[in-house]
């Protein structure tokens, strides 16, 4: 299935009615936080809200198995899982279009309160425009920021901060950021703010420097930036794996890391009279996820728990902010399975993984196009210590040359997914799809209101949370699913086509964004 640029119109909203509705999840928005009302202990001053974009619980265990077998230490966010200060959870990813939400509904649910359509943000699919907690929260004298690995103005940090039809116009979401102006923004897409880059030429990067922000575009800048807004853009489009920015002494240098961002963004928004609200997203989790990369999924959840750690001993020692830890949905359905006698083989997952020194996109790029069998040992053996067996080399040397045995599956059939599979006999890990899944995803919190996320929290109820701590009530309107399907298929035949190509991103290095990401 794909939205993507292909247009917020590719979806097929009649015939999703059948199977949206059979769930009974999608006929109503939810009306609110079951049993909660607004807690009499002060608000939190500062809200961090750290989502792993495509988490699924299995790469929470995973990462954690890793560390501890790689490192000899858990990891970051297992760690605190059994810490009482911390309220745990889960939470519920429903979109209004589907069980399977995208990360733009996802974001939204959380910016807007509201469910919404698969790919779009914060609108309904008849344009009606929802306020998120970006805007609303800075009209309370709030400052906001966000950080991400992934483009700047992908989904999730735009859930947050601007209303649009389709989450693929992000040289128009770069232009949305300057009116509404977060005064941190670090992440990737240097391709929407360079003048050179953009169709239409404009020149954002001279817009924000006009409009009081420092812009930066590498490691040593960021760390160097002394004013309080500013905009870090280090890569033209997502930053890197950071399987493959650690194995790069150049990426290194340039590409700051998420726990790095993390740093100068709080010092940077700290200092607000009436607090900050700053989402944090470890992006390339997801990526990985569409790619069925185990290295690159491992290494970016552990690069996104450090981030959290920053969060959490910041939160601490200001015992001010509320810091909610979650994912948006899961992707890939990755497991470690139990493999041998005994699953004794399960343990020596870790040294596979940890023997992989690059992401799948890399190793698939280094092989080169249509490689024979021979090459593709070779790489494999270089890059990810593992020596494959005859077949196993013919078989991934047959997915590259477009002769996959699962070309018969419907969620298989892809070069990744099919090398997944072979690799799976080393790592142990096997994905069930290159996409989204439906599963519900672990919420941690920690600090003033934390108490209000546990148990079974719905992605709309965050958006209750959030306003109350300023007292605002949440005016957005409703839609169901069957007016908004209606709708959708209206939008779809009066979108200008024209327009949408000129506008929307054109990113064909992601994979996700061959799925719904
Ligand atoms: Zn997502
Ligand atoms: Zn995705």
Redesign the pocket.
């Known amino acids: 299935m794909s939205i993507s640029r292909r247009s917020v119109l590719g979806l097929a909203a009649a015939g999703l009615a059948g199977s949206a509705l059979s769930f009974g999840l999608l006929e109503k928005q939810p009306k609110g936080l079951r049993g909660w009302s607004r807690p009499k202990t002060r608000a939190p001053k500062n809200i961090i809200f750290c989502v792993v974009?495509?988490m699924a619980t299995q790469v929470l265990s995973l990462a954690d198995h890793y560390s501890q077998h790689h490192y000899g230490k858990a990891s970051y966010w297992a760690s605190i899982l059994d810490d009482p200060r911390m309220t745990t959870g889960w939470q519920d990813t429903a979109s209004l279009s589907s069980v399977v939400?995208?990360?733009a509904a996802?974001?939204s649910t959380w910016g807007s309160g509201r469910r919404i359509w698969n790919g779009m943000l914060n609108m309904y699919p008849d344009k009606t425009a929802l306020a998120p907690i970006g805007q609303l929260l800075r009209t309370k004298g709030m400052k906001t920021g966000l950080v991400t690995t992934t483009t700047i103005t992908h989904?999730?940090p735009a859930g947050f901060t601007v209303s649009i039809v389709s989450r693929d116009l992000e040289p128009l979401i770069a232009e949305e950021y300057l009116k509404v102006g977060p005064d941190v923004l670090l992440g990737g897409g240097d391709k929407f703010f360079d003048a050179s880059k953009r169709k239409d030429g404009k020149d954002l990067y001279g817009a924000f420097a006009k409009a009081g922000y420092e812009v930066v575009k590498d490691r040593a800048a960021l760390k160097a930036s002394k004013g309080d807004k500013v905009l870090g853009i280090f890569d033209s489009s997502h930053l890197p794996f950071s399987v493959d920015r650690d194995n790069s002494p150049a990426m290194a240098e340039k590409v700051p890391t998420l726990a790095e961002m993390t740093r100068i963004a709080i010092d940077k928004l700290k200092g607000s009279k009436e607090g900050f609200l700053l989402q944090i997203e470890g992006?390339k989790v997801?990526h990985a996820g569409h790619g069925t990369d185990v290295a690159g999924q491992v290494h970016d959840q552990l690069a996104f728990e450090e981030a959290v750690r920053v969060a959490i001993e910041f939160a601490e020692r200001d015992g001010d902010t509320l810091v909610i830890i979650t994912?948006?949905?899961a992707?890939g359905g990755p497991s470690l399975n139990g493999a041998g006698e005994e699953y004794a083989d399960s343990l020596k997952a870790a040294d596979t993984i940890a023997g992989m020194k690059c992401s799948l996109p890399t190793l698939i790029a280094t092989m080169g196009l249509k490689p024979k069998a021979d090459r593709v040992a070779d790489v494999v053996a270089s890059k990810y210590g593992i020596k494959l067996k005859k077949e196993e080399a013919e078989t991934m040397a047959d997915i590259l040359n477009g002769k996959s045995p699962f070309a018969f599956s419907e969620f298989l059939s892809g070069s990744s997914q099919g090398l997944s599979v072979v690799l799976g006999n080393y790592s142990k890990v096997l994905y069930t799809s290159g996409n989204?899944t439906a599963e519900y995803v672990p919420v941690t919190a920690f600090g003033p209101w934390s108490e209000s996320l546990g148990g079974l929290t719905r992605n709309v109820d965050f958006n209750e949370v959030i306003l109350a701590t300023r007292g605002i009530e949440n005016k957005n309107p409703t839609m169901d699913y069957a007016t908004a399907a209606k709708h959708m298929e209206k939008l779809k035949e009066t979108m200008d086509a024209e327009w949408f190509a000129f506008n929307a991103s054109h990113d064909d290095e992601c994979s996700c964004h061959v799925h719904i990401?």
């Open positions: 974009d495509g939400t995208d990360s996802a974001s989904a999730t992006g997801d994912a948006d949905h992707t989204h990401n």
